[in-house]
Antibody, heavy 121, light 110 residues
Framework: QLQLQESGPGLVKPSETLSLTCSVS??????????WGWIRQPPGKGLEWIGH???????YYNPSLKSRVTISVDTSKNHFSLKLSSLTASDTAVYYC?????????????WGQGTLVTVSS | QSALTQPPSVSGSPGQSVTVSCTGT?????????VSWYKQPPGAAPKLIIY???NRPSGVPDRFSGSKSGNTASLTISGLQPEDEADYYC??????????FGGGTKVTVL
């Protein structure tokens, strides 16, 4: 069973860069054809897709965040990461990592529990 | 990339049916059968309840059903139960390989 777990700081300062990691168990990132991605949810608001990548393939980002976002992978640790720069209070959100978990599927079926990131000085 | 349009809230009494709509464009909802639905109780991660417009994952009650017409998808909950009270989100995979979510609908069981 695929499991995802986010980790990172709960509090970051405005203008700084957020770094989050998603640890994957139950599957290897490098040996599957589905994507691995990030989704966020500001407090009391809806879900927002941030971006996803296919290992050995393309990476796609939300156009509204593209200039500030980088998603990368470390196959030796079987985890992938999110970096979001130039933070403002509007980046305060629960950040989820997610994946379809099945070949040829596109819908995010497996989600981490989420990690709350607060942007404040 | 604009969010898909959902009503902010719908409500119904136990046993009734409610329908949540999700309107997009020909580039997302209207593009093949790439619509999924999620149920999110307070404080929890979203859970998949419908994929590819009409399909239910194993374990999801058959009172949840999905449909689509043109650029609008719909989730129907038949025989509403108290445990169905939650936020519901639609999601679509677009023709440029991005994902887009709806703004969410709060379903209240009266």
């Amino acid at each position: 069973q695929l499991q995802l777990q986010e980790s990172g700081p709960g509090l970051v300062k405005p203008s700084e860069t957020l770094s989050l990691t998603c640890s994957v168990s139950g599957a290897f990132i490098s040996s599957n054809s589905y994507y691995w991605g990030w989704i966020r949810q500001p407090p009391g608001k809806g879900l927002e897709w941030i971006g996803h990548f296919y290992y050995g393939g393309n990476t796609y980002y939300n156009p509204s965040l593209k200039s500030r976002v980088t998603i990368s992978v470390d196959t030796s640790k079987n985890h992938f990461s999110l970096k979001l720069s130039s933070l403002t209070a509007s980046d305060t959100a629960v950040y989820y990592c997610a994946s379809p978990g099945y070949s040829s599927s596109w819908w995010p079926d497996f989600w981490g529990q989420g990690t709350l990131v607060t942007v404040s000085s | 990339q604009s969010a898909l349009t959902q009503p902010p809230s719908v409500s119904g009494s136990p046993g009734q049916s409610v329908t949540v709509s999700c309107t997009g464009t020909a580039n997302d909802v209207g593009y093949y059968n790439r619509v999924s639905w999620y149920k999110q109780p307070p404080g929890a991660a979203p859970k998949l309840i419908i994929y590819e417009v009409t399909n239910r994952p194993s374990g999801v009650p058959d009172r949840f059903s999905g449909s689509k017409s043109g650029n609008t998808a719909s989730l129907t909950i038949s025989g509403l139960q108290p445990e169905d009270e939650a936020d519901y989100y639609c999601c679509s995979y677009t023709n440029d390989n991005t994902l887009v979510f709806g703004g969410g609908t709060k379903v209240t069981v009266l």
